[in-house]
């Protein structure tokens, strides 16, 4: 047998120009994706990228596998199609704040209920950049855009707090430019069942630096890379995240001389879903903000049900295509003779 030649990244990239606004954080995204693959073992002719509309959606355009752009907000009726038809290929679904929360709200609520086995990246600038800056669902109060121009009265909503209301069984946070994000790649790749993960993504042209007070290289400080089974550490282990228990809710706390332990600093837990509920809703400013895999349990995925009732259905019985269009009422048409 011959030996399969091992996959750089630049066996995921095609020979399309890659079309977003120079300094778009999409660049990075696509880079880190594009990296990642080799590294997940997959083959490019066993996966899938499926997109609905706006900038990120361009994605399956650059990615040297099998690729879907579809309609707005519907990426993941077509990758639920996708992966019961052919539950063995890898399905990854592209999206943004607006695609995914604004018309296509209802269709990612299913299919995290659902827990399809599929990757689903949203990329997150705050903005619809597509379209020329409108205010999106995930924009921030006050937001001033061209449907806004007073600045936006909308509570914007919450990405990670949206997917774990709706039943989602892992949910992770990263930056678009940032070291980690092809580790939080890799762990959503690894997780059994719909993997939901936000993507801090910075739209240069119309919400430039929004995320920079936890992004920026000065402000690095302010990000709590979350791991199992280690310490809520963060701004260099000086700070870190405490229960207060009497008013349940998190804390920050100072660490002094390292030992996180007597400032009671918790231990990660990622099947915790009431602090990972907390540690998605920490208000930026007070709080660091939280990245990593935020929560992690697995469960029965949806494409596997599915497949194991029609097996079901189907033992000791013999396919008759006949019997089956002739099951129930059924008329024949014939043409009789026309009698004058």
């Not at 750089?8 to 606004?21: G, L």
């Not at 070291?179 to 690894?190: D, G, I, S």
């Not at 008759?320 to 002739?326: G, H, I, P, T, Y």
């Amino acid at each position: 047998m011959n030996e399969i030649a091992k996959l750089t990244a630049k066996d995921f990239a095609t020979d399309q120009e890659v079309r977003w606004c120079p300094g778009c954080g999409d660049y990075a995204v696509l880079k880190a994706v594009q990296r990642t693959m080799p590294e997940l073992g997959v083959r490019p002719e066993n996966t899938v990228f499926v997109s609905g509309i706006g900038c990120s959606s361009r994605f399956p355009y650059y990615m040297e596998t099998y690729g879907f752009h579809t309609i707005h907000g519907r990426a993941p009726s077509f990758a639920t199609g996708i992966k019961l038809a052919r539950p063995e290929l890898d399905v990854w679904i592209i999206t943004g704040d607006g695609d995914a929360l604004s018309i296509g709200g209802n269709h990612t609520m299913h299919v995290l209920r659902r827990n399809l086995d599929c990757q689903i990246l949203l990329f997150n600038n705050e903005i619809y950049g597509l379209t020329k800056g409108q205010y999106s669902p995930t924009s921030r109060a006050g937001t001033r855009s061209p449907s806004t121009p007073f600045g936006s009265v909308d509570r914007p909503v919450s990405p990670c707090a949206f997917a774990l209301g709706s039943g989602a069984r892992f949910i992770a946070r990263g930056i678009d430019v940032h070291k980690n994000l092809p580790e939080v790649l890799k762990a959503a790749h690894a997780h059994k069942g719909a993997s939901f993960v936000e993507i801090y993504q910075n739209c240069i042209v119309y919400n430039d630096d929004v995320f920079a007070p936890f992004t920026a290289r000065e402000n690095a400080g302010r990000q709590l890379w979350l791991k199992a089974g280690e310490p809520m550490l963060f701004d260099g282990g000086a700070r870190g995240i405490a229960l207060d228990r009497e008013a349940l809710a998190l804390k920050v706390v100072d660490v002094e001389g390292g030992d996180w332990e007597a400032a009671g600093v918790l231990v990660h837990d990622p099947r915790n879903r009431s602090v990972a509920h907390m540690l998605v809703e920490m208000p930026f400013g007070a709080f660091p903000t939280a990245l990593g895999v935020l929560y992690e349990d697995p469960a029965p995925t949806f494409e596997s049900a599915v497949v194991r009732q029609n097996q079901e259905a189907a033992a000791g019985k013999k396919a008759d295509l006949q019997a089956l269009v002739s099951k129930g009422q059924s008329w024949m048409v014939t043409k009789e003779p026309h009698v004058i």
